[in-house]
């Protein structure tokens, strides 16, 4: 090796010594190589006569040429220049010119008696250059006809009713720019340097005021004595004091006037000021009042109706044709459509539009029929279908509408009403933050229609709705049922004992115990050896031949009694199915009727392809139709979910199976309803169902016009429910509606785009803020009296408080709060009882100041623990506070001073008061022996009046005694309880408290201002000032934006949103933040995707087999089988959402990374991957075990997620998985999937 390396070295050193250069010769391109000198090296040279051959100029060179010599540029060389056509002339088309915005409108002036036109005028006309871009005013020009319905993500809303719109003046003076702010920005966004403004001869130093005031030239004399002329007046002065004149006397009323003046001022006296009156907008109408007068009011109705209406009907019509507001609660089947028919009729009379909300798109569907029924001009928008979208009439779900109102869509000027059907259902934790959002963007030219359940708060809803829409909402509630109900217990099991039906509940609403225990005596009598005690609500099963037995049993009772068709609500779509396929001998259907179902069926059927109609459950339906039985869930096809319901709105299904989703359908009132088990699992454990829920499915029973009650019934297929649990589950009232409002990165993308209406603006109008918000006006004006009474208030004049007063009262606010937490943490340690009989203590209450008592009995039932003491007081005249009557008040932060224990001073009398534990100065070290019970039978003895004058027994005047020996000879007080020591506390928190506590003790008698004559007068003073300082602090939070309980969550959320560049500092939308606008749910995750480029490259078919993790929900499932490709991109993905979890938590929102990454499921992902391909769906069906409802569902919803992205890669101009969107969305459109629905094209 070092021979190798002495080598190299050797060689390169050689080589260093060769110098050459290389000759070219003659015109061959020979070269040879002449040897240089190290002085004389230079490059390669030449022996050409003219130089090498031409070759092409470097880029260098021809840059240095166009730059130095522009007079050799080619402009004359027209050969070489741009080419254009000659294009052919039209004259013609000058003449067609865009019309200008209109500057000027006709104003007609009539007179104002005779209503006789007198002439026009023309009046300059604002704001004609405003756009959906530009401006939220309802006075703007409309934007392109495509989105007149949708609207369009770069619009701007329209103005939401109820917040004060800024004025033109306002926000031109909002954007003056003060120059003299040291405020201003020097470094523009996205800069990394800017400029600053600041004087280069500006060291720092701040400059001495140089402005001589006027005042002060006026009272300056031409000359200047520095002492002499005091001397003299000091001398006059003196003379003068010495002789009395007049206005000694005046100048002591004048000092008379301002003590007292003084004294007010310190005097913590209530001022007396009149509170404005509270403002409700929610007007509660009385519904039993008849309305005599309705067809006068009303002489020609928009819409008539071949029935009598109800009192409550008629009252909402009333208010319609008042152009206002109603709030209409009333029980299921009352009739409150009637109330929507007529909104919709009135604006088909007005010319104007009405848009029907509702919870679910099968309801719209619903709805859509029946309205098209009555009103032909009716439209439907959904996720997938658009029908008749410039109708009158519109019936949206509540989303659709939302996604409206942001996007600025040119409808919502022309509507008048806005109905929300079943608004309930914004207690619904998932999807309740919709109704709230719609609810405050509206804009204040419309009107809303609120439908729902009976609710205990609908005075609380409606005044929330009111204040935020500052409109009156007219309050319509009825309870009365139009078909009264009645409640049974069923415990039969076979037929011998199908008889067994009790009632528990009569029509009247009043429980019968009787029934109840006639049900607990039949169960008990055919309990065998291996049943459970009855009564218990623990025992639940799955599926058992006992059930089938039961609904037999059930079914034939039913028959029997002619209380047919019957609604069993099942909490289990498994228990669903298999009670129905159970009943294989069950036949209730007549032959005609048979041949009814039979026609429908074969009608419907008709619109699938060949192979959809042979599906099982398809061919399953079939067959329990035609026997009049039936199942309703998610899971069953949407098609055949319509068969069934058309079927039992014909009477043609007897007996369905559903779960609770079907008590949200309309017009589907049975017979008989009855309940497989009052117990449901809502999604994080079991319970019993509340009352809203029970009231809602049980409201189905009863058929206005055709029974006369309705019948509940609820299975005991186990054991009879408790009877507290009926009876709060029937009799109870519903739930209240609660605010499920949360914020969503879609609503602040959405509102970020408008300037005006901030984030904050909507969280203070959501009813979660509506308790804290609701007497903001009247906190405003406490307010301003608050704080005018703090700027009137003088310090105090003394000198000696005037030092360190302040710091005294923070040390006794400070050390009363730690004596009060350290005696209560005492009081509650386990192991020592401090509050013990005979445990000596200090009294400190506004009786008894500073007085020694003994402890004679502790209750400790109570949330706060109370006992008994004996005190000790003055027998004549009883003790009485030795405080000056002017501060008899009560102060906020007790005084600490020493004080000698009370001591009477006549004679020793006693008293038994019931304390609590802030009644306790100190708990000292003494205990007594005391026979409590004796002492308190002697005293409740001496207060009877004719025992009164009864001398104290002998045990109540030792422990008086002993109490007076312990005050003599320990006047200055007791030693206190030390309870690290004697009780052994250890706790590190509680020690601290202590620990700090004896420090302040130690210093607080050190203060200057202690030796003040009127202390007392001057710390009450203080105690009031501070009193009003913290009020006016407390209402200025209450009423500022740092109240808001969801303020901190969106300064994480928009922490978020700048960091993955969403948004920027200064809260302006970056691409990203546009992008996340068209998207309606998962935004982070789905822009995340599109910029990081994790589709594009894929096919369509994985794309949309992708996809489907953004929208399916059900969380047991079966395995899919997926290829390589997806295995990568579903990895991809949930790396990408692991990232924004990891990101969210890094900014403080409470999620939980994997949680967060499980929600994104891919049960169906293989199933969708097929379905794109164009596998059959009874082949896809094979491939997991999720039902075909879901599966069809899923698929749905994941058609609008296709659109959103395809929309989002519009955005930024990605043309190829635009492509790929459309494509994927044409895929998955086919065949059963997509059939349409029996409502919309029967």
């Not at 954007?175 to 600053?196: K, Y």
């Not at 798109?361 to 029908?387: I, M, P």
């Not at 259902?425 to 919709?434: Q, T």
């Not at 019970?933 to 005293?939: E, P």
């Amino acid at each position: 090796m070092a021979y190798q390396e002495n080598k190299q070295c050797t060689d390169i050193n050689e080589i260093e010594k060769m110098k050459f250069r290389l000759v070219q010769c003659g015109l061959g391109n020979n070269v040879q190589t002449v040897e240089v000198n190290n002085e004389d090296f230079m490059p390669t040279i030449t022996t050409l006569p003219v130089g090498p051959p031409p070759v092409l100029k470097s880029l260098e060179s021809q840059i240095a040429e166009y730059l130095n010599t522009p007079e050799r540029l080619p402009i004359h060389k027209v050969e070489r220049a741009q080419k254009f056509w000659e294009r052919e002339k039209n004259v013609e088309s000058l003449f067609n010119v865009e019309a200008c915005p209109l500057q000027y409108k006709l104003q007609v002036e009539r007179n104002q008696t005779t209503g006789e036109l007198l002439e026009f005028k023309e009046v300059p006309l604002e704001n004609t250059g405003f756009t959906a871009q530009n401006s939220l005013s309802m006075l703007r020009q409309p934007g392109a006809p495509v989105d007149a319905v949708r609207g369009h993500s770069s619009n701007k809303p329209f103005w939401p009713g109820g917040l004060d719109e800024p004025s033109i003046d306002a926000i031109t003076e909002s954007i003056q720019v003060n120059f003299d702010d040291d405020d201003l920005l020097t470094v523009p966004p996205g800069f990394e340097n800017g400029m600053c403004f600041k004087d280069a001869t500006d060291n720092g130093t701040t400059p001495l005021e140089a402005v001589l005031k006027l005042t002060d030239l006026m009272t300056l004399d031409d000359e200047f004595d520095l002492g002499d002329e005091e001397d003299e007046e000091d001398e006059k002065t003196s003379e003068q004091n010495n002789t009395p004149t007049e206005d000694d006397g005046k100048d002591a009323e004048l000092l008379e006037d301002v003590l007292q003046r003084a004294d007010e001022i310190s005097r913590p006296t209530e001022t007396v000021k009149a509170e404005p009156a509270k403002k409700e907008w929610a007007i509660k109408v009385d519904v039993t009042a008849p309305v005599g007068d309705f067809y006068k009011k009303i002489p020609n109705m928009a819409y008539q109706w071949p029935f009598e209406l109800d009192v409550f009907q008629k009252q909402a019509i009333l208010c319609l044709e008042n152009h206002e507001s109603v709030f209409v609660s009333a029980h299921t089947s009352a009739g409150k459509t009637v109330v929507a028919e007529y909104a919709i009729a009135l604006s088909l009379k007005h010319g104007t539009k009405t848009v029907y909300t509702s919870p679910i798109k099968a309801l719209s569907n619903q709805k859509y029929r029946d309205f098209r029924n009555t009103f032909e001009d009716v439209g439907l928008l959904t996720g997938d279908v658009q029908l008749n979208d410039k109708a009158s009439c519109l019936i949206m779900t509540t989303e659709i509408l939302r996604s409206m109102l942001y996007n600025g869509s040119d409808t919502i000027r022309d509507l008048e009403w806005v109905i929300f059907d079943e608004v309930h259902y914004i207690s619904d934790a998932e999807r309740g933050v919709v109704w709230e959002e719609v609810l405050i963007m509206l804009p204040s030219t419309v009107n809303v229609i609120l439908l729902s359940a009976t609710i205990p708060n609908t005075m609380e809803f409606a005044n929330w709705v009111g204040r935020t829409k500052q409109k009156y909402i007219y309050v319509i509630s009825t309870l009365k049922r139009p078909v009264p109900l009645e409640h049974y217990l069923y415990t039969g099991n076979s037929n011998k004992t199908s008889d067994q039906l009790f009632l528990i509940v009569d029509k009247n609403n009043k429980m019968d115990t009787i029934g109840y225990k006639k049900a607990l005596n039949a169960k008990k009598d055919r309990e065998t050896k291996s049943s459970q005690s009855f009564g218990s609500k623990d025992r639940r099963g799955g599926f058992s031949k006992n059930d089938k037995n039961v609904y037999l049993s059930l079914v034939e009772m039913l028959r029997k009694k002619a209380q047919l068709p019957v609604v069993v609500f099942t909490f289990s779509k498994k228990k669903c199915d298999e009670n129905s396929s159970s009943l294989t001998t069950v036949d209730l259907t007549t032959s005609s009727e048979k041949s009814q179902i039979q026609i429908f069926l074969q009608k419907c059927i008709s619109r699938l392809k060949g192979s959809d109609r042979r599906l099982p459950q398809v061919l399953h339906m079939k067959d329990l139709l035609k026997k009049g039985v039936a199942v309703h869930h998610s899971g069953v096809l949407p098609i055949l979910k319509e068969v069934v319901e058309m079927l039992f709105q014909r009477g043609l299904v007897k007996l369905l199976f559903a779960t609770e989703t079907f008590a949200m359908g309309v017009n589907m009132p049975a017979r008989t309803v009855v309940f497989d088990s009052i117990r449901k699992h809502d999604g994080t454990c079991m319970r019993n169902l509340v009352p809203g829920e029970y009231i809602q499915m049980a409201g189905r029973a009863g058929r206005r016009g055709l029974d006369t009650t309705g019948l509940v019934i609820i299975l005991c297929k186990g054991d009879v429910p408790e009877i507290s649990d009926l009876q709060s589950m029937m009799l109870g009232k519903p739930t209240h509606l609660e605010s499920r409002f949360r914020l969503t990165y879609t609503m602040i993308l959405n509102l970020l785009t408008v300037a005006v209406i901030r984030v904050q603006d909507v969280m203070k109008r959501s009813f979660a803020e509506f308790h804290t918000r609701k007497d903001s006006h009247q906190q405003e004006v406490e307010l301003k009296v608050l704080t005018k009474q703090l700027e009137s208030i003088k310090p105090v004049y003394c000198y000696l408080c005037q030092e360190d007063l302040e710091k005294y009262y923070d040390t006794c606010t400070a050390l009363n709060k730690l004596r009060q937490e350290t005696q209560l943490a005492s009081i509650k340690h386990s192991k020592v009882k401090v509050l013990s009989i005979g445990r000596v203590v200090v009294v400190n209450t506004d009786k008894h100041k500073h007085t020694l008592g003994v402890i004679l009995s502790l209750y400790t039932a109570s949330r706060h623990s109370k006992f008994k003491t004996l005190v000790i007081c003055d027998q004549s005249s009883g003790y009485e506070s030795k405080l000056s009557t002017a501060f008899s008040k009560k102060l906020r932060v007790q005084m600490i001073k020493k004080t000698n224990l009370y001591q009477p001073e006549g004679v020793c009398g006693h008293e038994v008061v019931e304390l609590v534990a802030c009644d306790l100065y100190e708990i000292t070290s003494n205990t007594l022996d005391v026979s409590a019970d004796k002492i308190l039978s002697d005293w409740n003895t001496r207060q009877i009046p004719r025992f009164r004058d009864k001398p104290p027994s002998q045990l109540t005047s030792v422990v008086v005694q002993e109490l007076l020996r312990l005050i003599e000879d320990n006047p200055d007080g007791l030693p206190a309880l030390n309870p690290v020591k004697e009780l052994k506390i250890q706790d590190m928190e509680f020690v601290e408290k202590y620990m700090k506590m004896q420090s302040l003790q130690e210093v607080v008698f050190d203060y200057k201002c202690l030796m003040c004559q009127a202390v007392d007068e001057h710390f009450a003073e203080h105690d009031h000032n501070m009193e009003l300082r913290d009020k006016v602090k407390e209402l200025g939070y209450q009423l500022s934006e740092d109240s808001l309980l969801l303020l901190p969550e969106y300064h994480q959320r928009i922490k978020v949103l700048q960091k993955l560049h969403f948004i920027d500092q200064n809260m302006s939308l970056l691409l990203k933040g546009r992008v996340g606008c068209e998207i309606s749910h998962h935004e982070l995750i789905l822009t995340q995707l599109i910029f990081e480029n994790v589709l594009t490259e894929l096919p369509a078919e994985e794309i949309v087999a992708l996809l489907s993790c953004m929208v399916f929900q059900q969380k047991n499932c079966s395995s899919p089988t997926l290829t390589d490709s997806l295995e990568k991109g579903m990895e991809m993905i949930k790396s990408v959402a692991r990232n924004v979890a990891a990101l969210q938590q890094e900014c403080g929102l409470n999620i939980d990374v994997e949680e967060f990454v499980r929600t994104f499921k891919f049960g169906l992902t293989e199933v969708v991957y097929e379905w794109a391909k164009g596998t059959p769906f009874a082949d896809i069906t094979a491939l997991t075990d999720v039902s075909e409802g879901i599966i069809v569902r899923t698929i749905q919803r994941l058609d609008e997620t296709c659109r959103e992205v395809g929309n989002a890669s519009r955005k930024i101009g990605s043309s190829t998985l635009l492509a790929k969107m459309r494509q994927a969305s044409e895929l998955i459109k086919r065949d059963i999937v997509f059939a349409a629905s029996l409502y919309t094209h029967s």
